[in-house]
C-alpha cells in the first residue's frame, strides 16, 4: 500500500511540475545548464539540479521585492565575490532550495511523521546557509588577499624611493601577486586609466572592505596628492609584519591539537599490537598445557 502511494505521489509531483514548467515557460535542461556553465568562471560543467534550482530561482526571481539599500550592498557583496547573479536571484536562489526541502514535509507527514520536524530545521538551515554563501566567500577572498599585503606594502616603500608612479607600481606588482589580488589589481588598474586615480582607488577600497587595505589605499591617495608617502608606508610595513607575525603564531597555535590527536591514534595502535601479540602467546601457552 505504502508502494502505491509512493508511486502515485510521484507520478502526480511530475505530472504538476511539467504543467508548471510549460505555464512559466521554464527553459529546457540543457538550455539551463549552458547557461549556468557559461557563468562559472572555472570549466567546471554545472549539475543537472543547480540547473533546475537557477531555471526556478530566475523565474521567482521577477516577483522577489528587495529593498534599494540592500539591493545595492548585496550586488556589491556578489561582485566582489565574483558571482555573476543579480541580487534578486541570489535571494530566489536560497528561497528554491530551502522551499524543495520544505515541500518535502507534506508526504512526509503522511508517510513517516517523525522526518517532518527534521526536514524544517534543514530546510531553514539550508537557507542561511546560501544566504551567507556571498559573505562567505567575500570573506575567503578577502583573507587570500591580506595574506598578500605586507609584502604589497614593503614594496611599495621601496618603490617610492625611486618612483611616484602608482599606477606603474600597482602593474610591476600585478605580475608577482596571487589570482585573486592579481585579479583585483587587474581591475583597479583598468579603472585607473579611464578614470581618475583616487575615485579608483578608492572603489577598490570598498570593493574589498578591508581594514588594513584602507591604510594602503589612503597611502596611495597622499601619494597621488602629493605628499612624501615613503615614510608612511615604511610604517605601515612595520605594522603589517607584526599582524603578519600573530597571523602565523595563531596558524601555529592551531596545529598541536591536531599533533596530538594522531599521536594518540599511533600510541593506541602501538598499545593494540603488543595486547594482540600477548593475547595471542597467552592462548596459545593455554592451548599447550592442554
Known amino acids: 500500500m505504502q508502494l502505491m502511494l509512493i508511486l502515485f505521489g510521484s507520478l502526480l509531483a511530475s505530472g504538476l511540475f511539467f504543467i508548471i514548467a510549460d505555464i512559466l515557460k521554464l527553459p529546457s535542461l540543457a538550455t539551463g545548464k549552458a547557461m549556468l556553465s557559461a557563468t562559472k568562471p572555472s570549466k567546471e560543467k554545472a549539475k543537472t539540479v543547480d540547473a533546475l534550482i537557477a531555471g526556478w530561482a530566475v523565474r521567482l526571481a521577477k516577483f ?118 592579481a585579479k583585483e589589481l587587474d581591475i583597479l588598474t583598468a579603472d585607473m586609466r579611464s578614470s581618475s586615480y583616487e575615485a579608483a582607488l578608492t572603489r577598490f577600497e570598498a570593493r574589498i572592505n578591508s ?34 607575525l600573530q597571523r602565523l603564531k595563531a596558524q601555529a597555535m592551531k596545529i598541536p591539537p591536531k599533533i596530538r590527536i594522531f599521536s594518540f591514534t599511533m600510541l593506541l595502535c602501538f598499545l593494540m599490537t603488543y595486547i594482540v601479540i600477548i593475547v595471542y602467546e597467552i592462548i596459545r601457552s593455554l592451548g599447550g598445557m592442554l
Do not use: C
Not at 526541502?101 to 513517516?112: C, G, N, S, T, Y
Open 64 to 181: 522577489l521585492p528587495m529593498d534599494e539599500y540592500k539591493k545595492i550592498r548585496l550586488q556589491n557583496t556578489l561582485s566582489a565575490a565574483g558571482m555573476k547573479e543579480t541580487p534578486e536571484e541570489f535571494t530566489a536562489n536560497a528561497f528554491v532550495k530551502s522551499g524543495l526541502i520544505l515541500l518535502a514535509v507534506v508526504p512526509a507527514l503522511w508517510i513517516l511523521p517523525l522526518i517532518a520536524p527534521v526536514l524544517l530545521f534543514l530546510a531553514i538551515i539550508v537557507y542561511f546557509k546560501e544566504i551567507r554563501k556571498a559573505d562567505e566567500k567575500l570573506s575567503a577572498k578577502r583573507e587570500k588577499i591580506e595574506v598578500e599585503l605586507p609584502r604589497f606594502v614593503a614594496t611599495v616603500a621601496q618603490e617610492l624611493k625611486a618612483s611616484r608612479d602608482v599606477l606603474s607600481i600597482l602593474e610591476n606588482f600585478k605580475k608577482n601577486a596571487g589570482e585573486d589580488f
Open 211 to 244: 581594514s588594513m587595505l584602507s591604510d594602503i589605499t589612503r597611502g596611495l591617495i597622499g601619494v597621488l596628492r602629493g605628499d612624501d608617502g615613503a615614510m608612511y608606508f615604511q610604517m605601515l610595513s612595520h605594522d603589517m609584519k607584526q599582524l603578519e
